[in-house]
């Protein structure tokens, strides 16, 4: 997220070479999917009063047939397309995030359930605004959740056999209690609960590592402690939950 004084600066520059490339700058700038009003409201909050006189929605519409936004029944978003054409003019950063940015984005664009969406566009807004932590945080939350609602909807008896047969072989040691809902789950260890999946198939080995390795990271980030993640590591982190949790399940 940019200031108001980097917004408007840039939006001032676009404005030179016409009124698709401001628009789309403070498309990017608000909570999405947003009304035309948005857009003008937020330009006139930074101080851009030419927008007043322009058709947005004319020029939205034009956006969307070059594919730089889309309708949707709610509102306007700006596409990975969009967000390319006007990523020169936010604060100058290393070209492999950048790329990993526009990685991010076209991953979310992908994910067909708005609540799932939303969600991981929270994440990836954290992780704009450098609120790490935060992004790994969210980002697990979300995926732990479509892995339970998982569980319950396609592996459910697979799920609990898992579980018993461990109880069975534990010599009273391991208690497992069947699992009818995701509110049972509150009871269950996240860790616990991968486990349970590769037992049952329902992960292979090498997912429920990788799965094992962000609920790491989450465990780490989630409590005072002097860790410091970066922006490699995060979008590293939040893109393997997008391609192998929340564009899957």
């Known amino acids: 997220m940019l200031s108001d004084e980097q917004l408007l ?3 001032r520059e676009l404005a030179a070479s016409g009124q698709k490339g401001p628009v789309l700058m403070l498309l990017s700038e608000i909570n ?3 009304q035309t009003a948005s857009v003008r409201d937020k330009g006139l909050q930074i101080g851009f009063r030419g927008v007043t006189q322009w058709h947005l929605s004319a020029i939205l519409k034009n956006a969307a047939n070059e594919g730089l936004v889309a309708q ?3 509102g306007w978003r700006i596409t990975s397309l969009g967000l390319k054409l006007i990523e020169k003019h936010y604060i100058p950063e290393a070209a492999i995030i950048l790329e990993t940015r526009h990685s991010l984005r076209a991953h979310l664009q992908k994910i067909a359930d708005e609540q799932r969406r939303a ?5 990836i807004k954290s992780f704009d605004v450098k609120a790490y932590r935060a992004a790994i945080v969210l980002s697990w939350v979300g995926a732990a959740h479509i892995i339970q609602d998982h569980i319950v909807t396609n ?3 697979a799920f609990n056999a898992a579980g018993a047969a461990k109880v069975a072989t534990s010599g009273g040691k391991y208690r497992f209690n ?3 809902s995701a509110k049972e789950f509150g009871v269950i260890g996240e860790a616990e609960m991968l486990q349970l999946c590769q037992d049952a198939g329902i992960l292979h080995k090498a997912e429920k590592q990788i799965l094992q390795d962000r609920l790491d990271l989450r465990n780490q980030c989630g409590h005072p402690n002097p860790v410091v993640v970066a ?3 995060v979008a590293n982190h939040l ?3 997008m391609l192998n949790v929340y564009s899957r399940y």
């Open 231 to 233: 922006e490699h590591a």
């Open 119 to 123: 969600f991981v566009e929270e994440a």
């Open 32 to 34: 999405q999917p947003a």
């Open 72 to 74: 949707l029944a709610d």
């Open 155 to 157: 592996h459910r008896a």
């Open 178 to 180: 069947p699992v009818k």
């Open 239 to 241: 893109e393997i939950l």
């Open 9 to 11: 600066l840039a939006v």
